[in-house]
């Protein structure tokens, strides 16, 4: 059972006698009790969908479902849902247990329920030795459980969550996605988590929504997205460092790397297209595969980020360990046919039926 289901969604907006296609007819399902991540850059059209989602914002086109019902035009306080934003959005004045347990007490809930809900989510989150404190008491990570913690107490079955890690530092993140992950597991609800950080989707989610300039770009599991990028786009974006893609030109035995002399790479057919190899896949070898350049080294303790060039054009190589290179030395590099991908003169990837050169290079 799906659930939500959005349903050719549009959001337009007129600026400057302009028409800012903001989410421009999107579509997709979402299995109940699972984590999903919206992904993408700054204006991407992720938080305008997650608002959708909320009824904070209208669509202009589409249908949204939650459940069974078709919420497309009810205020957001009729759609059974919970939302957590970048700002904790905290009442200063409050206490914790207050601030947890405000929604309940709007909605007049009994002081019997209350005690019994707070309890149990304070527990969940390690906030029972901190009920009595004030905002401003309590650490980024801390505050940011209380915000959680208020909005899980109502028990809604979808919980919305628009980059509510990005204001914390880097260890605290860490901690908090493995904290929210272990939650929505706990509680079995299906929650939606906007992000511009792919770490953050790659860990957490059970499917990635990738978007860009309001259309989706792909919609798969983490894995999906690693290891069969539906386009260049999603090659370029997820990784760190990203896919690299090189131009391919023709050579009388196949496709080359352009610039280089061989050997060729992939059937002549692809020639005009872009070779795909993530520089986790890439071997250092001894004037066997292709011949680079070295650009830089990176050391980063257990491996090393090489920046290499090949026929003018640069690429990133992860090694284990130490090196011994430098900028200006020699480097072959060799990397397995299930390791490359084309990508069409159009950036849409085609599947390589039959490994090519990579037999070549890694002899």
């Known amino acids: 059972m799906s659930a939500i289901e959005v349903e050719n969604v549009s959001k337009h ?7 800012v296609h903001a989410v421009d007819a999107i579509s997709f399902a979402l299995v109940e ?3 999903n991540v919206l992904l993408g850059p700054s204006g991407c059209g992720k938080s305008t969908t997650l608002r959708l989602i909320a009824g904070l914002e209208i669509a202009d ?8 019902r078709d919420v497309t035009h009810l205020p957001p306080a009729k759609r ?25 007490r709007v909605r007049r809930a009994t002081a019997a329920d209350c005690e019994k809900r707070l309890q149990h989510v304070a527990d969940l989150l390690g906030l029972s030795e901190l009920l009595s404190r004030k905002p401003s008491q309590l650490s980024g990570g801390q505050q940011q459980r209380v915000a959680l913690g208020r909005a899980i107490i109502d028990e809604a079955p979808v919980c919305l969550m628009d980059e509510p890690l990005s204001n914390l530092d880097a260890q605290l993140r860490a901690g908090m996605r493995a904290e929210i992950r272990s939650l929505q597991r706990t509680l079995g609800i299906t929650m939606v988590y906007a992000t511009h950080d792919q770490v953050e989707a790659m860990s ?27 386009n260049v786009f999603v090659a370029r974006f997820i990784g760190t460092p990203p896919m690299n893609l090189l131009k391919l030109e023709t050579d009388s035995g196949g496709a080359v790397i352009a610039g280089t002399e061989g050997p060729a790479v992939l059937p002549a057919d692809c020639a005009g297209g872009m070779l795909g190899v993530r520089p986790e896949h890439i071997e250092l070898g001894f004037e066997r595969g292709v011949r680079a350049v070295v650009e830089g080294v990176e050391y980063l303790g257990g491996d090393s980020l090489l920046t290499c060039t090949i026929g003018g054009q640069s690429l990133a190589v992860r090694a284990p360990g130490s090196v011994g290179l430098r900028r ?5 590099l060799s990397w ?15 599947e390589l039926h039959a490994p090519h050169a990579a037999a070549t290079l890694m002899a």
Not at 13 to 19: F, L, P
Not at 209 to 229: H, K, M, S, V, W
Request: proline content about 4%; overall charge negative; hydrophobic content about 45%.
């Open 13 to 19: 907006w007129t600026t400057a006698g302009d028409i």
């Open 61 to 68: 086109g589409g249908r949204i479902v939650i459940g069974d």
């Open 328 to 332: 200006g030395d020699p480097a072959w």
């Open 336 to 350: 397995a046919g299930g390791a490359q991908h084309f990508f069409a003169a159009d950036g849409v990837r085609h």
């Open 80 to 104: 059974n849902i919970a939302m957590v934003f970048q700002s904790c959005a905290l009442f200063p004045h409050l206490s914790v247990a207050e601030n947890i347990l405000f929604g309940l």
């Open 33 to 35: 009790g699972t984590l």
């Open 204 to 230: 957490m989610a059970d499917r990635v929504i990738l978007l860009n300039r309001g259309r989706i770009e792909q919609n798969g599991t983490p894995a999906d997205l690693y290891e069969t990028p539906a």
